[in-house]
């Protein structure tokens, strides 16, 4: 298993600014991902982030709004830029760790960051 | 295109009785499909993972089945409690990575 924090916890910000949230594992992970949550919806798949390579997101989302830095095994950011209150919702990180229980890639859930832009 | 499908009213029933969650896919052909519980302020967790060559899973009081050729899965959760309350999210995996439904909230009464 993985232990994931994520910082801050939540945050209120004003329109135009930008917040970068920051996802800590306790132990090294293959891939970690960052979704996107809104109030009673499903979780959506912002984008995949390797270590050593670029980001990979998924249709909708660019890395001009939501850059992404994975500078090793343990720690990945993601930036969310230019803010809207659209962008108002909760952020997960979750990652898949290196011992993958029978080959299958069982993802671990950080508590995600509440974010709320005015 | 494609979608998940879960049990789109909440589920509320008796402690002791066996919650039935359906979720429904169309257009993935997922190697396999897992299933998590989310409770309220906190990201999700894992819970069973059923593989598309598996009929049946069970971990303790949960049961997980899986039809290919119906696109269906159920999750049971037999003899409820209380502290099984929460969202229970279905995620078929495909592509290289896992989709959620927007999950099916469950409230057992005592």
């Known amino acids: 298993s993985a232990v994931i924090s994520q910082k801050p916890s939540r945050d209120i910000c004003q329109r135009g600014t930008s917040l970068t949230i920051q996802c800590q594992v306790d132990s090294q992970v293959t891939m970690m991902f960052w979704y996107r949550q809104q109030p009673g919806q499903s979780l959506t798949l912002i984008a995949t982030a390797n270590q050593g390579s670029e980001a990979t997101y998924e249709s909708g989302f660019v890395i001009d709004k939501f850059p992404i830095s994975r500078p090793n095994l343990t720690f990945s950011t993601l930036t969310v830029s230019n803010m809207s209150p659209e962008d108002s919702s909760i952020y997960l990180c979750s990652v898949t760790p290196l011992l993958r229980s029978g080959g299958a890639d069982t993802q671990y859930f950080g508590p995600g960051t509440r974010l709320t832009v005015l | ?110």
Do not use: M
Not at chain 2, 42 to 68: A, C, H, Q, S, Y
Not at chain 2, 81 to 103: E, H, R, V, W
């Open chain 2, 1 to 110: 295109s494609q979608k998940i499908e879960q049990n789109s009213e909440a589920l509320n029933i008796q402690e002791g009785k066996t919650a039935t969650l359906t979720c429904n896919y169309t257009n993935y052909s997922p190697a396999y499909l897992q299933w998590y519980r989310q409770d309220p302020g906190r990201g999700p967790v894992f819970l069973l993972l059923i593989r598309e060559n598996e009929k049946e899973k069970r971990k303790e009081r949960l049961k997980v089945t899986f039809d290919t050729t119906l696109k269906q899965s159920l999750f049971h959760i037999t003899a409820s409690q209380p502290a099984d309350s929460a969202t229970y999210l279905c995620a078929p995996y495909n592509d290289y990575k896992l989709s959620f439904g927007a999950g099916t909230t469950v409230t057992v009464r005592a």
